[in-house]
């Protein structure tokens, strides 16, 4: 059954992709005809700025290489839908198996799907959601060293555009931790469903941040926001900007500030170390 449902979604997946792919180099080539002369006269322009959000800051005065070598950049959704699941990296599809497995055992039960697996999985989202800004503050960027922070570092330190998707004993160990503390706590029918809504939560973070690193134009206005979010995050100030999933969690935790007052702030740092330098000097 197992074996069954994940071949059905990974051909899903694959058809899926190969009929984005289509759509976009339909759109693409009706825009190359009767735009030609505007594309051939910014294509170098468009080929490398093009993904970059129209805020109101400027990218190229941050002096950063946006765009990695060792490996292409899927453009297109239906590259980096295929990409994703089906690439060298084996964590997303092995999640995606283990959330097939986790909700196929939770419909094997005898005890009927009801309120409570309801209430189990929206907080399990709700506390991914949440867990992901205390994380990436408290621990990636923490004030002490450690592991974890210098494979965070490592990540800061690569082009903007790269291909970022967690090693699979890290998002399979993940969720297996997770499931122990879930069954640990909760009876367990619920703590399947805790563990599925987690689970989810945390592929489609996999997904999003692997996306808004990619040079795939983000579809909807949501997704341009958690991009351009993320990219602020990069590209200005790494103290800033640290949810994921649900950008407004930076609003309640009050690291969304405006970016020219980021700017402003981290000039006055540098002309007063200047200033004490000269002092010493």
């Not at 990974?10 to 009706?30: D, K, N, P, W, Y």
């Not at 790269?162 to 122990?180: K, N, Q, R, T």
């Not at 407004?248 to 009050?254: A, E, N, Q």
Request: net charge positive.
């Amino acid at each position: 059954m197992l074996v069954k449902v994940t071949s059905l979604i990974l051909i899903i997946l694959l058809l899926l992709g190969a009929q984005i792919e289509s759509v976009e180099g339909f759109m693409t080539t009706r825009q190359t005809g009767s735009l030609s002369t505007r594309i051939l006269n910014n294509r170098e322009r468009s080929s490398r700025w093009s993904n970059l959000p129209s805020n109101d800051y400027d990218m190229e005065e941050l002096g950063v290489n946006y765009i990695a070598d060792e490996e292409e950049i899927p453009r297109t959704m239906g590259k980096a839908l295929r990409r994703f699941f089906l690439g060298r990296d084996l964590g997303p599809i092995s999640a995606l198996s283990i959330i097939t497995w986790l909700a196929t055992s939770r419909l094997a039960l005898t005890i009927g799907f009801g309120a409570n697996d309801i209430i189990a999985f929206s907080c399990a989202v709700v506390f991914w959601w949440f867990q992901e800004h205390f994380l990436h503050r408290r621990l990636l960027h923490s004030s002490f060293n450690w592991l974890g922070k210098e494979i965070h570092q490592g990540h800061h330190e690569k082009p903007y555009f790269h291909i970022s998707i967690d090693p699979i004993e890290l998002m399979v160990g993940w969720l297996a931790v997770a499931h122990i503390l879930f069954r640990i706590l909760l009876p367990l029918d619920m703590a399947l469903s805790a563990t599925v809504g987690y689970s989810l939560a945390g592929l489609g973070y996999e997904w999003s941040h692997y996306i808004a690193h990619t040079r795939v134009r983000p579809p909807t206005r949501f997704l341009r926001t958690m991009r351009d979010n993320h990219m602020k995050h990069h590209l200005v100030d790494s103290q800033y900007w640290l949810a994921f999933s649900l950008p407004m969690i930076d609003d309640i935790f009050r690291t969304n500030p405006d970016v020219r007052d980021v700017k402003k702030m981290k000039l006055k740092r540098k002309m007063n170390k200047r200033k004490q330098k000269c002092i010493v000097s």
